[in-house]
C-alpha cells in the first residue's frame, strides 16, 4: 500500500489527504509521540488556555493533550475524511474535543482568538519547495497564525526544520515575535515515526509580543543539550544551532551500523572551561564481527600526552589498536590540553554515557569495558600558554611518555592532536636532553646530512632550514653536527621567543635565525649573494590549510617556481630535504 506521495508537491493536495486517511486509518505520527514532544509543550500551554491544532491529521496528540488537561481545544484539517474519523472516534471519550474541515489559509475565526496554535508537521507539509506559489500559501498560513493568536499567544511549530523552512521561519518571525528552539530526542518505540530518517525534530515556539514591546523588536534563542536558554545575537547562530544538530544526527543514525574499516571523529566542547579546544575527541573504530572476540563494544581512554603517538594519532594505528582490544566498536577517547581532569573515575563516568550515543544498534547493556594503558589517565602539566598571529593558541606542556621519560611539547591548539616540537628533558632541572631527537623525521633529516661528504675548501658547509618551531632540529645538528653552520628561516617571532625560551635553542655563529617569510625569502635570495652557498635545504614547516591533504609544507611551497629557486640556491652538489606529510596517498 502506498502511503507517500510520488512528489512532495502531493503534500499540499487536499485529494492526497483523503486517499491518505482512507488507506490509513489508525494514528499516524509523523514526528515522534506526546511522550516524546510533552515536556516542551507543557512549558508554553497552560490548561485554560484555547487551543488550536492546526491540521491535525489522525495524530493522537489533541487527544493526549485532552486526557492532560487541556480540555479547550479545537483540532482543523483540510481532510474531510479525517474530520470525521476523529470526530467520531473521540465522540464518547472525549466530547469536549472540537473537529472541523478548514483550510489554515483562510480560517474563518476572528482575529486574537486562541492562546496557541500547534502544529505537527502541518507547515512541513506545506512548505514543499521554494517556488512562488508555495512561498505565497506559507505566508498566507503565518498570517493567518498571527491574525488568530492573542498578544503573547504562541504558535507551537513541531517540524524537521529542513534548510528551506529554517530559513522561511527566520526570515518572517522577526521584529515582533520571540523565538525559540527546543531540539527533541525520539524515543525508540515512537510510533510509525518514519518520516525524516535520520533527522531530529524541533519544536519551534514563536511567541506574538505585545504591540508596545513589538516595535522592531527580535528575539532569537535555542535551548541547548544541557538545558540552558541561549540568547542568539544573529539569526545565523539559530541556524548553525539546527544544522549542527542534524548533522550529528545523521552521523549517529549512519553508526547504528558497524562499518568495518570506517572511522569516524567527533569532537566533544566542554560548556564550561576551555573553549579553544575540545574537551575530548572521540574516534570510533569498527572491525569485522567475527574477528570480535572480546565483545561488540569498548572505550578506551588515551592517558594524557599520548594523544600524538601513532597507535593514537593515526588511522592505521588505531585500526592496530582496535584488532589488539578485539572489539566489533572501539571508541577511542583522546584527552586535551586546556582541560582538567580529576581522575580516571570521573572520566570513565563523563565518556561512558557520551561514548553510548555512538553504539551501534542491538545493544542491551548500560555499561561496557572502559580500558586505558596502566592504572590511570596519566598527567599534563602546561608551562606556558600564548598565542600567535601565524598560529593561533598554543601551549608548551609536559607529559610523560611510553617508558616514562619526561617529554616537552610545543601543541598547537588549533591541532590538538599532533605536537608541532618535542625534545626529552631532564627530570631534575628540566634540562634539554641534548642526545635526543623524538621525531622520526628529525633523526631522517639529520642521517641525510651524512651524503653531503666534506666541504672541499676546508669550511663549514652553510645548511638552509624553513620553519623553527620549538628548534629541536636546528639545535640537535648546532649540537652534534660540527661540519655545518645553520640558518633557520622562521616567518614567527613568537616561535623564537618559545624556542629560546623553553626548548634550549641558543643561536651563535653557527646558528642563526632569520625573521621572514619562507617562500619570500627563497624567491628573492637565489639570485642574490646566497645563490649556490648551500649545501642543503630542508623545509621543516607545517601547513596552516589541510584542506587540501597536506600538513606540510603549505602548498605554495611545492610550485614549480619554489622548486626552481630552491635549485639555484644549492652548490652544485647540494641536497634537497624537505618533509611532506600528507593527509591522502592521492598525493
Not at 516524546?36 to 500551554?45: E, T
Not at 629560546?500 to 649573494?529: H, M, N, Q, Y
Request: glycine content about 8%; overall charge neutral.
Amino acid at each position: 500500500m502506498n502511503l507517500l506521495p510520488r512528489s512532495r508537491g502531493h503534500f499540499q493536495q487536499k485529494s492526497y489527504w483523503d486517499s491518505f486517511f482512507s488507506k490509513r486509518t489508525s494514528p499516524f505520527e509523523w514526528y515522534g509521540s506526546y511522550q516524546d514532544v510533552c515536556h516542551v509543550l507543557h512549558k508554553y500551554i497552560k490548561p485554560a488556555n484555547l487551543i488550536l491544532v492546526a491540521g491535525c491529521g489522525n495524530s493522537r496528540l489533541s487527544e493526549d493533550l485532552y486526557d492532560a488537561g487541556f480540555k479547550s481545544m479545537e483540532n482543523v484539517d483540510i481532510s474531510d475524511v479525517v474530520i470525521r474519523q476523529m470526530a467520531s472516534r473521540n465522540a464518547v471519550k472525549r466530547p469536549g474535543l472540537v473537529f472541523q474541515k478548514m483550510d489554515l489559509l483562510n480560517m474563518s475565526y476572528s482575529e486574537e482568538h486562541f492562546d496557541c496554535v500547534v502544529d505537527k508537521g502541518t507547515l512541513d507539509a506545506l512548505f514543499t519547495d521554494t517556488q512562488p506559489a508555495t512561498l505565497e500559501k506559507v505566508h498566507r498560513m503565518f498570517e493567518e497564525v498571527r491574525r488568530v493568536l492573542r498578544q503573547c499567544g504562541r504558535y507551537i511549530c513541531i517540524t524537521l526544520a529542513q534548510e528551506h523552512i529554517l530559513d522561511g521561519v527566520a526570515s518572517w518571525f522577526q521584529a515582533g515575535w520571540m523565538v525559540r528552539v527546543h531540539k527533541v530526542e525520539l524515543g525508540d518505540e515512537a510510533s510509525g515515526c518514519s518520516v525524516g530518517g535520520a533527522l531530529p525534530v524541533f519544536v519551534f515556539v514563536m511567541t506574538k509580543l505585545t504591540v508596545g514591546k513589538a516595535n522592531g523588536l527580535k528575539v532569537m534563542e535555542y535551548v541547548s543539550d544541557d538545558g540552558k536558554c541561549v540568547r542568539c545575537d544573529r539569526v545565523d547562530d539559530v541556524k548553525e544551532f539546527v544544522k549542527s544538530s542534524q548533522l550529528m544526527a545523521m552521523m549517529k543514525h549512519h553508526l547504528t551500523a558497524v562499518h568495518a574499516g570506517e572511522q569516524t571523529s567527533i569532537d566533544l566542547w566542554s560548556q564550561s572551561g576551555c573553549s579553544e579546544v575540545p574537551r575530548y575527541t572521540f574516534h570510533i573504530v569498527d572491525m569485522p564481527r567475527r574477528k570480535a572476540k572480546n565483545g561488540p563494544f569498548a572505550i578506551f581512554v588515551v592517558p594524557q600526552g599520548r594523544e600524538v603517538d601513532w597507535l593514537f594519532a593515526s588511522e592505521r594505528g588505531r585500526e592496530q589498536l582496535v584488532e589488539s582490544a578485539s572489539y566489533e566498536r572501539l571508541v577511542v577517547v583522546s584527552l586535551h590540553s586546556g582541560h582538567a581532569y580529576p581522575g580516571l573515575v570521573q572520566v570513565k563516568e563523563e565518556v561512558s554515557a557520551n561514548a553510548l550515543e555512538f553504539a551501534q544498534a542491538g545493544l542491551k547493556q548500560k555499561k561496557y569495558p572502559v580500558l586505558t594503558l596502566g592504572d590511570g589517565i596519566g598527567s599534563r602539566e602546561v608551562l606556558h600558554k600564548d598565542s600567535s598571529v601565524f598560529s593561533g593558541d598554543f601551549v608548551v606542556e609536559e607529559v610523560f611518555g611510553e617508558s616514562g621519560e619526561r617529554l616537552r611539547r610545543l601543541v598547537f591548539l588549533s591541532k590538538p592532536h599532533l605536537a608541532q616540537t618535542e625534545i626529552q628533558v631532564q627530570a631534575k632541572g628540566k634540562k634539554r636532553q641534548r642526545s635526543m631527537l623524538c621525531f622520526d623525521h628529525h633523526k631522517a633529516m639529520v642521517a641525510s646530512l651524512a651524503l653531503m661528504g666534506p666541504c672541499s675548501d676546508g669550511r663549514s658547509d652553510r645548511l638552509l632550514i624553513v620553519g623553527l618551531g620549538g628548534g629541536a632540529l636546528p639545535s640537535y645538528i648546532r649540537d652534534h653536527v660540527h661540519t655545518v653552520t645553520t640558518e633557520v628561516i622562521e616567518i614567527d617571532e613568537k616561535m623564537l621567543e618559545v624556542a629560546v625560551s623553553w626548548f634550549g635553542l641558543t643561536c651563535d655563529e653557527r646558528l642563526r635565525v632569520v625573521i621572514e617569510d619562507g617562500a619570500k625569502f627563497i624567491t628573492t635570495e637565489c639570485d642574490g649573494p646566497r645563490k649556490g652557498a648551500y649545501k642543503c635545504v630542508m623545509w621543516d614547516v607545517d601547513s596552516k590549510d589541510t584542506s587540501e591533504g597536506l600538513s606540510s609544507p603549505p602548498m605554495c611551497f611545492l610550485t614549480a617556481e619554489i622548486l626552481s629557486c630552491v635549485k639555484r640556491l644549492l652548490s652544485s652538489d647540494g641536497e634537497y630535504c624537505p618533509v611532506l606529510c600528507t593527509m591522502t596517498f592521492k598525493l
